[in-house]
């Protein structure tokens, strides 16, 4: 088993809408995101967030190993709450806390058992440049690891809301818990306009990732 | 003519420009994404006298064209405004047409 991309994938589908996005879009808009990652995981999200700072939601996640032998399902409830934001003139900067609760099944190990999320992410941002941290713990009956994630953005131009926006994006996570250790970086591209995000890219050893990402 | 009459003139005046204003311009704070922009559109338009929503990220502004002989009160807006996750730092009213005011954000060539 990959041990390292499974870890990954469910790093992945833990985050609250995907890898460096917001867990909460606006107040009264529905996020539904789909992922795939190298063949090896398939995703569904959707949340609902009646306020804008929190929302409701839940996730399908199936992870298959490299050569296919091991498979894992992870189901989830989650609630995202926006505990702080700070609006500046042409910057916004957030504090969110999120948590979840579900079940694992897999053929690593009999039956099903109870999976638990919890986690936070700070970021800043402007129209060219993006920083934030995000943390998450993921626990079980069979695993317990903390994720650190680091991503840095850059624009090479400032969109509007009538124009594709671009993002270059550099990420950096670290694992640490009883699964895996080490840091891993990858490089994506990303466009958006409007409610439709989609991106692309792999990290350093050649693993391609994509999203797509719908809010209405 | 006494004071008071060329003071109930002068706010009569002001209500009459006031209730005719086409556009709401607002300059807010926090606005860096089109979901920003997205879930503005989404609250604004949510109002019955609202005709049409203008979101500039560029020039931090959010205008809303209103429909004729229509209002909205400014402490509606800064409320809808807040309750969307945002904050109204400035709310002006104008007879410039949406169009206009869309021509003035865009980027020059």
């Known amino acids: ?216 | 003519m006494n004071f008071s009459k060329i003071g109930a003139l002068l706010l009569g005046l002001l209500l009459s420009v006031a209730a005719s204003a086409k556009t709401i311009e607002m300059e807010v704070n926090g606005l860096v994404c089109a979901f920003c922009a997205q879930g503005i559109e989404k609250t604004l338009k949510g109002f019955p006298a609202t005709d049409a929503v203008l979101v500039s990220l560029e020039h931090r502004l959010v205008a809303v064209a209103l429909k004729d002989g229509a209002d909205i009160g400014d402490a509606e807006l800064r409320h809808a405004l807040t309750e969307a996750g945002y904050t109204v730092v400035g709310i002006r009213r104008t007879d410039a047409s949406l169009e206009t005011l869309r021509a003035g954000v865009k980027p020059h060539d």
């Open chain 1, 1 to 216: 088993m990959n041990v390292r991309l499974l870890a990954a994938a469910t790093l992945l589908a833990c985050a609250p809408v995907g890898a460096w996005a917001k867990p909460i879009a606006f107040a009264r808009g529905t996020t539904v995101m789909a992922e795939y990652g190298a063949g090896t995981m398939n995703e569904i999200q959707a949340f609902y967030a009646p306020r804008y700072w929190w929302s409701l939601g839940a996730s399908w996640l199936e992870l298959k190993s490299e050569d296919g032998a091991t498979q894992r399902h992870i189901e989830l409830a989650r609630a995202n709450l926006l505990a702080k934001r700070w609006n500046l003139p042409g910057a916004q900067a957030n504090a969110f806390v999120w948590g979840g609760l579900g079940r694992a099944t897999g053929n690593d190990f009999a039956g099903s058992t109870l999976a638990r999320n919890a986690g936070f992410q700070a970021d800043y941002e402007t129209r060219r440049v993006y920083a934030a941290f995000r943390s998450d713990l993921e626990e079980s009956r069979y695993f317990s690891h903390r994720i650190d994630t680091l991503q840095l953005g850059w624009a090479p131009y400032a969109h509007d809301y009538d124009t594709v926006a671009t993002w270059f994006v550099v990420q950096g996570r670290r694992y640490t818990g009883d699964l895996v250790r080490g840091t891993e970086t990858a490089f994506l591209l990303r466009f958006f306009k409007g409610g439709v995000w989609v991106e692309a890219g792999a990290s350093r050893d050649g693993k391609p990732q994509a999203m797509a990402m719908f809010n209405f």
